[in-house]
């Protein structure tokens, strides 16, 4: 089945160099690169990629460190220990959040295997309690489309598998003086 799913790769591994490595690796896939972008992550979207990870920490750890915890993962996300950017990109082809989540390994870096990009380039930050795993890769088709609708629009992408409409949208732009 062709499937489209979100890879984000996080300010560590872009101030890491890491880009060219993770491409090269998930080349491997054959699957088609559809959308790539560089992001700057305001507070907004990262609370919005993030909006169901903050309950599963406060059950997880209690409400005072869960939230602490989501608080460093909104910071490491928007670039506040690193870098103010993400380099996001969809991938389309058959079974393609399967393959990219085998080559991403474990969310965890010390749970990845060795050779995993996580496993290879990841670590975990004990003064910001943060994995630090270098990529985001969706976790199953509806993450993927809710990821992509959220990270990129219609037309950003040289194909599109979900629904769209149109719509007369008036707003405010910057443009190329």
């Given at each position: 089945?062709?499937?489209?799913?979100?890879?984000?790769?996080?300010?560590?591994?872009?101030?890491?160099?890491?880009?060219?490595?993770?491409?090269?690796?998930?080349?491997?896939?054959?699957?088609?690169i559809?959308?790539?972008?560089?992001?700057?992550?305001?507070?907004?979207?990262?609370?919005?990629?993030?909006?169901?990870?903050?309950?599963?920490?406060?059950?997880?750890?209690?409400?005072?460190?869960?939230?602490?915890?989501?608080?460093?993962?909104?910071?490491?996300?928007?670039?506040?220990?690193?870098?103010?950017?993400?380099?996001?990109?969809?991938?389309?082809?058959?079974?393609?959040?399967?393959?990219?989540?085998?080559?991403?390994?474990?969310?965890?870096?010390?749970?990845?295997?060795?050779?995993?990009?996580?496993?290879?380039?990841?670590?975990?930050?004990?003064?910001?309690?943060?994995?630090?795993?270098?990529?985001?890769?969706?976790?199953?088709?509806?993450?993927?489309?809710?990821e992509?609708?959220?990270?990129?629009?219609?037309?950003?992408?040289?194909?599109?598998?979900?629904?769209?409409?149109?719509?007369?949208?008036?707003?405010?732009?910057?443009?190329?003086?």
């Amino acid at each position: 089945m062709i499937e489209q799913t979100l890879v984000l790769v996080k300010p560590d591994g872009l101030i890491k160099s890491l880009t060219g490595n993770i491409i090269s690796v998930l080349s491997e896939t054959k699957l088609k690169i559809v959308a790539a972008k560089m992001v700057s992550v305001s507070k907004e979207l990262a609370e919005a990629h993030y909006s169901e990870l903050r309950q599963s920490l406060v059950k997880k750890h209690g409400e005072k460190k869960g939230n602490a915890i989501f608080e460093s993962v909104l910071k490491y996300i928007q670039g506040e220990y690193h870098t103010n950017r993400v380099m996001a990109l969809v991938y389309e082809g058959e079974n393609a959040i399967e393959k990219i989540r085998k080559l991403a390994g474990s969310t965890n870096p010390e749970d990845a295997n060795p050779i995993s990009i996580r496993g290879k380039y990841g670590r975990i930050n004990s003064k910001t309690n943060v994995f630090e795993n270098v990529v985001h890769v969706s976790d199953s088709k509806e993450n993927a489309k809710k990821e992509i609708q959220l990270w990129f629009e219609p037309e950003e992408l040289t194909n599109v598998i979900y629904p769209t409409k149109k719509r007369k949208v008036t707003m405010d732009k910057i443009v190329w003086e």
